[in-house]
């Protein structure tokens, strides 16, 4: 017996697993290997692009590269009265530099993000730069704005001495700093964005709702059609991928507008008396959305649909269980991981739709991903968009994370 155990001892099973792992590490390293080029491709050309982007949401380098005299001379200010004459001197010695290096508009419209009409109070005192009379500043420069004679102004240019801020990340979710950097919420007529945010999620929450009500009956009609019908309605629903997503909308422009096709439908047929407004409305936003990802809820909830036995049913019935409750209690719940799949595509998706919302959507159904694009496009406010965007990918992975601890990553299939 001694002797057994002796020989047995050597192939215990850590040993057998830790064998197994050295086995198996030449395949992982080759597989590794092999998926190496794609990895790369998508860092250099997916991951590092979009983490420069959302950077942007703190990158704060205006103030601290333009003024550094005029931040060293705020160094130890209390804030509670005017500063001293030597930062009216560093302030006017940074200005007339940023004005040979033609940054001053640049520092304005910073200042001009916290403080309505700073840009044009630095852009004044840029050019009467040459007309400032030897002596004391402070007095020119409340002659120039009585702002400058205040504390308000001042903290505003100490708050941003920093190369990071949050005040990009504070404004995205309405709240915003006191001159002492006390955060709090900002003025009711200026909290837009979370109400912007809750928007984005109800119409995504009801074009997921929409897709799905019209999406369920439409694959469990093609899994059970024979396969030549099964696979022209396949082709049916899958021939709106194949065209451009701004032709689809401009599809639905026509069909929606006073005198389009819907409305053109409806009084033919005496269903209405007067002409409906069918464009720039929520329900055109999300009729739209829905007809374009419909297939992106199909897809999944059929690939599962065709994965389940055409005899549970017939066995369900022959056991005496009526047709409604067979289809019920047996088939719709293996129907599930194509559902959450389904779901959660379409919902994920709808929170970044932009095209579509900006086409038919009226100014109230503007989601965030628009806003993105017009402090991209139009004011050219890089922090502001890049802080809408971050604020859009913690949501969106947030609810991803929730769905998955609620309905478990081993339902969800998506084929």
Not at 35 to 41: G, R, T, Y
Not at 149 to 159: E, F, L, M, S, Y
Not at 280 to 306: D, E
Not at 392 to 400: A, K, Q
Request: with cysteine; hydrophobic share 50%.
């Amino acid at each position: 017996m001694a002797q057994t155990l002796s020989l047995t001892a050597p192939f215990s099973q850590p040993s057998l697993g830790a064998a197994l792992r050295r086995a198996e590490r030449p395949n992982r390293l080759r597989a590794l290997a092999l998926a190496l080029p794609a990895l790369l491709f998508l860092l250099v050309t997916f991951g590092a692009p979009i983490g420069l982007f959302l950077t942007t949401a703190i990158d704060n380098p205006e103030v601290h590269e333009t003024l550094p005299e005029t931040l060293r001379a705020l160094d130890g200010w209390d804030e509670q009265a005017t500063p001293g004459e030597e930062a009216f001197v560093a302030l006017a010695a940074d200005l007339a530099r940023a004005k040979d290096a033609n940054t001053a508009a640049s520092l304005g419209k910073r200042l001009n993000y916290e403080s309505a009409g700073m840009r044009s109070r630095i852009m004044s005192v840029v050019r009467h730069l040459g007309n400032f009379e030897d002596g004391a500043l402070a007095p020119q420069f409340a002659a120039l704005d009585p702002v400058w004679a205040g504390t308000d102004i001042w903290a505003i240019i100490k708050r941003n001495a920093t190369p990071v801020t949050p005040y990009y990340l504070l404004t995205a979710v309405d709240l915003g700093q006191d001159g002492a950097g006390n955060i709090g919420r900002v003025a009711d007529d200026q909290a837009v964005f979370l109400d912007i945010l809750g928007r984005t999620l109800w119409i995504a929450g009801l074009v997921t709702i929409a897709t799905l009500l019209l999406g369920f009956p439409t694959a469990y009609v093609i899994s059970l059609a024979p396969e030549r019908i099964a696979g022209l309605m396949l082709l049916m629903v899958l021939l709106p991928l194949w065209t451009s997503l701004l032709v689809r909308t401009t599809a639905w422009v026509v069909l929606l507008q006073t005198d389009g096709v819907i409305n053109q439908l409806l009084l033919g047929l005496g269903l209405t008396t007067e002409k409906l407004q069918l464009m720039l409305t929520r329900f055109g936003t999300v009729t739209a959305m829905t007809h374009i990802q419909l297939p992106f809820t199909i897809l999944p909830i059929l690939s599962v649909m065709k994965s389940i036995p055409e005899g549970q049913m017939r066995a369900a019935r022959s056991l005496g269980a009526p047709s409604l409750s067979a289809f019920w209690r047996v088939y719709a719940p293996q129907t599930l991981p194509g559902v959450a799949a389904g779901c959660l595509m379409t919902f994920i998706l709808s929170l970044g739709y932009y095209i579509t919302p900006a086409l038919v959507g009226g100014p109230r159904d503007q989601m965030l991903s628009n806003f993105i694009a017009t402090y991209i496009n139009r004011d050219l406010n890089w922090g502001m968009a890049a802080a809408l965007a971050c604020l859009l990918l913690v949501m969106t992975l947030s609810i991803y994370l929730l769905f998955l601890r609620l309905v478990g990553a081993e339902r969800i299939k998506l084929g």
